[in-house]
């Protein structure tokens, strides 16, 4: 096929390069004992040495399914990560939508590669649990010994350092990691700004200004479902837009003096709840919000066909794919990403979207039955180097980028290539989500809406209020909370669908919070703020 062959043509051409930045290996075939990290580290060069290898399982991504490269092997990244470091890698890929499964029969097989990408925060009992279970490796002193460059990043962020850790104070992954703020914030308010500006209404910051939009969508522009969003994995996927102008959340947070809570057990919670259902009485919300949408497509149809003038969106799998889906159907259509709604002008957005530096999803950590410690260690090491920084994030100089003004550019054949789109060509050069650090330029949005959008969107308290996705209940508080959990969310959201479309009235209000109680919600609640009272000391 064309677009292997242009895979296949370019990274016969490139070139190795010699870098500096980690140390020699350990003799192949026999597993290296933890190092003393009393040693001081050697100097490092890469590639290592020749015949280095290694095993890897990881997920891939569906880009390259897309233009069917089944391998990392086959990409031009992973051609040119083993140039670089001398380390030829056998990749082991799961099938899409069956990670979790295969996982569980790995570690049940004992039989593990040298390196796993995996959420190791959500095995059962946590990280700890893993290590204790010997199915990964602590590596406080493999870090000391063979990860000068992430034992750097590390050193100089005490918050990311707390977040690495178990509770007992171990490291336990090369982490997946975001360099600036805005990259953290990805979804949000979305309206149509050709509609705001052909009826002169300002963006909306406030509820009130919500309502007046909507209203005005739907009596002047005659829409159908002025305000919808996905209903996707048994729930409304608003991200607490509407609910955090009153103070809570749609889920688990903390408070101002660091104190959990589940939104929906909240009092002020009703008052999220009587919003909604005032709005949906009034068609201003759309009436087949609850109708599931896994794969999105409906919420396409309703944004780019004039159904719905606002939604809460992605900025890539949202605002960049229907301006592009209209931008030769209809050019005067427009998007603007809108803040999280407050109650008072002025005020600062309670809660919205927001991920944090450590991403626990696809980081790396090294089994316990590698034989080839140090080499792994070095490996997954490189990438938080200048140079593995370099290839993770862009590619191949004068290939994927060029560099001006000390600023990396994506080239064309990136931004603007004939045959495939952005993430699809990106995603042959680079390592799309992963065990490195993503690089503050990084940025393949084609519109400046996005990039407008991810800063309004990033204006909000939600650094203060989310919980941490790194604490770690014990094996014993996990269990409990799973079970109670499971039962939790679905009452949750089978009222919460129930309020908003009025089939139970708000007065019954009392007795849904009674059931949440019954339930076990303060116990989870309990089990949270322990984990989260040990996730402050580490």
């Known amino acids: 096929m064309a677009k292997k062959k242009l895979c296949t043509a370019i990274s016969i051409m490139l070139g190795a390069a010699m870098l500096t930045a980690g140390c020699t290996s350990a003799p192949e075939g026999e597993k290296p004992s933890i190092p003393d990290n009393t040693q001081a580290p050697a100097t490092v060069s890469y590639p290592l040495k020749a015949g280095s290898t290694l095993t890897s399982w990881q997920t891939l991504n569906n880009n390259l399914l897309s233009v069917n490269i089944e391998n990392m092997s086959e990409t031009i990244f992973g051609q040119e990560l083993e140039k670089q470091t001398g380390v030829k890698v056998t990749y082991t ?19 593990l590669p040298d390196v796993v990408e995996y959420t190791w925060t ?23 010994q063979y990860a000068p460059n992430l034992k750097q990043i590390i050193e ?5 350092a707390r977040q690495l850790k178990t509770d007992s104070g171990q490291y336990y992954v090369f982490p997946m990691l975001r360099e600036a703020p805005v990259q953290l914030v990805y979804e949000g308010p979305v309206l149509r700004k050709d509609w705001l500006d052909e009826l002169g209404l300002p963006v909306p910051t406030t509820i009130d200004e919500w309502y007046i939009t909507l209203k005005a969508f739907k ?18 996927d608003l991200e607490d837009t509407f609910i955090g102008a009153f103070q809570t959340s749609n889920g688990f947070y903390l408070d101002d003096q660091g104190k959990v809570h589940y939104g929906p057990y909240d009092p002020q919670f009703k008052d999220a709840l009587e919003l909604l259902r005032k709005w949906y009485q009034e068609g201003l919300i759309d009436k087949d919000f609850a109708i ?22 992605l900025i890539g799998g ?24 407050v109650l008072n002008k002025g005020e600062k957005a309670f809660i919205g979207q927001r991920d944090f530096k450590y991403n626990p999803s696809g980081s790396a950590a090294i089994s316990a039955s590698s034989k080839h410690v140090e080499t792994a260690a070095r490996w997954l090491d490189y990438a938080y180097s200048e140079e593995g920084k370099m290839l993770f994030n862009y590619g191949i100089e004068g290939e994927s980028y060029t560099v001006e003004n000390e600023v990396p550019k994506f080239t064309d ?12 060509i990106l995603s042959q050069y680079s390592k799309q989500a992963g065990p490195y650090l993503t690089d503050k330029h990084r940025n393949t949005n084609t519109y400046p809406q996005q990039d407008e959008a991810a800063q309004v969107w990033s204006d909000t308290e939600a650094v203060k209020h989310m919980l941490p996705k790194f604490i770690t209940p014990t094996p014993e508080e996990s269990a409990q909370a799973a079970k109670i959990e499971t039962d ?26 009674q059931q949440l109680k019954t339930i076990g919600v303060e116990k989870v609640i309990a089990i949270y703020q322990s984990a989260y009272d040990r996730y402050l000391k580490r």
């Open 292 to 313: 599931p949408d896994s794969d999105g497509k409906t919420l396409d149809t309703k944004i780019t066909s004039g159904i719905s003038g606002a939604t809460v969106g």
């Open 219 to 236: 009596e002047k522009k005659n829409v159908a479902a002025p305000f919808t969003a996905r209903y996707a994995g048994g729930k409304w």
């Open 122 to 144: 959500a095995y059962p009992g946590g990280p700890e649990k893993a290590i204790k279970d010997k199915v990964i490796l602590p590596l406080n002193d493999i870090i000391d």
């Open 318 to 341: 949202g605002i960049g794919r229907w301006l592009d889906t209209m931008k030769t159907k209809d050019p005067a259509f427009d998007l603007v990403g809108a803040p999280y709604p």
């Open 93 to 111: 890929h799961p099938p899409v939508g069956q990670t979790t499964e295969k996982f569980n029969l790995m570690v049940a097989s004992n039989e």
């Open 488 to 513: 939790l969310n679905s009452y949750k959201e089978e009222m919460f669908v129930k309020f908003i479309m009025g089939k139970e009235s708000l007065d019954d209000f009392e007795k849904y919070q």
């Open 413 to 424: 054949l990136i931004l603007n290539n004939k045959d495939l789109n952005v993430q699809q």
């Open 156 to 160: 100089s962020d005490p918050e990311l």
